[in-house]
């Protein structure tokens, strides 16, 4: 048996990174967040007032910003920036506003992608995002694209708010999603888009148990072939 690389990708409120995350500690992998590393600079970015358009200063902000990855005891991996750990503050409605636009920009995506290739080398990760088959691992033994109709991942995305006591409109929220899914997709630099060989799972009407059970089964498959 030998360990290999997983990458989930999907738009946002398909259920990618709670599917990664339990699918990264069935296996016992090491969970690549990489949507919080874009989110984490676009929270600097706003902290220093700088502009989702100004790829120059961004650039900058990012060329300072130290990213590490901490196992906790419970298997979950906390990301940390600049040796902080950054939770919620970088889920807030003002980061969400903002995060394709920052994420789109070339520069920003090739120097992304070189940190997180470089995670990946050890193999035994999970990474999810938009462009993790397609631009970031596209050597990866096992690709998934997940999907789910808007109202389904409107629903969710609302409900996770709530949860995390985050001021949510459900109506606000579906139109949101619909305006990051055209940006993600129509992005000049790795759009969002399915791997040829990645393995379609639609969870509109799956539970994540189920879907968490299919991708572990496939990935162990994997791990058996010669």
Same mark, same amino acid.
């Given at each position: 048996?030998? *360990?290999i690389?997983?990458?989930?990708?999907?738009?946002?409120g398909s259920?990618?990174?709670?599917?990664?995350k339990?699918v #990264?500690?069935?296996?016992?992998y090491l969970?690549i967040?990489t949507?919080? @590393?874009?989110?984490?600079?676009t929270?600097?970015s706003?902290?220093a007032?700088?502009? =989702?358009?100004d790829?120059?200063?961004?650039?900058?902000?990012?060329?300072e910003m =130290?990213?590490t990855?901490?196992q $906790?005891?419970?298997?979950?991996v906390?990301?940390l920036?600049n &040796?902080? !750990?950054l939770?919620? +503050?970088?889920?807030? $409605? #003002?980061? /969400? #506003? *903002?995060?394709?636009e920052?994420?789109?920009h070339r520069?920003?995506r090739e120097?992304?992608v070189?940190?997180q290739?470089q995670?990946?080398?050890?193999?035994g990760v999970?990474?999810?995002?938009?462009?993790? &088959? /397609?631009y970031?691992l596209?050597?990866?033994?096992?690709?998934i694209? @997940?999907d789910a109709s808007?109202?389904?991942? #409107?629903? !969710?995305?609302h409900?996770?708010?709530?949860?995390?006591q985050?001021h949510?409109?459900?109506?606000t929220? *579906?139109?949101?999603l *619909?305006r990051?899914d055209?940006?993600?997709?129509?992005r =000049?630099?790795?759009?969002?888009?399915q791997?040829e060989d990645a393995?379609l799972?639609? /969870?509109?009407?799956?539970t994540? +148990?189920? %879907? %968490?059970?299919?991708?572990?089964?496939i990935?162990?498959?994997k791990?058996?072939e010669?």
């Amino acid at each position: 048996m030998h *360990k290999i690389n997983i990458a989930i990708d999907g738009p946002a409120g398909s259920g990618k990174s709670t599917v990664a995350k339990k699918v #990264a500690n069935e296996l016992s992998y090491l969970y690549i967040d990489t949507g919080a @590393m874009y989110r984490s600079l676009t929270f600097l970015s706003l902290q220093a007032q700088v502009s =989702e358009q100004d790829e120059q200063s961004l650039i900058q902000i990012l060329e300072e910003m =130290e990213i590490t990855l901490e196992q $906790q005891s419970d298997g979950e991996v906390q990301v940390l920036v600049n &040796g902080e !750990r950054l939770g919620e +503050e970088i889920r807030t $409605q #003002a980061v /969400t #506003a *903002k995060v394709s636009e920052v994420s789109a920009h070339r520069k920003i995506r090739e120097e992304m992608v070189a940190r997180q290739q470089q995670l990946a080398k050890q193999k035994g990760v999970v990474l999810d995002g938009r462009d993790i &088959g /397609t631009y970031v691992l596209p050597g990866a033994e096992l690709k998934i694209y @997940m999907d789910a109709s808007v109202e389904e991942r #409107a629903k !969710r995305r609302h409900l996770e708010n709530i949860a995390n006591q985050r001021h949510s409109d459900i109506t606000t929220t *579906k139109e949101e999603l *619909k305006r990051r899914d055209g940006l993600d997709r129509q992005r =000049e630099t790795a759009p969002l888009r399915q791997a040829e060989d990645a393995v379609l799972i639609d /969870t509109t009407n799956v539970t994540i +148990e189920e %879907v %968490v059970a299919r991708i572990c089964r496939i990935a162990r498959e994997k791990e058996n072939e010669d």
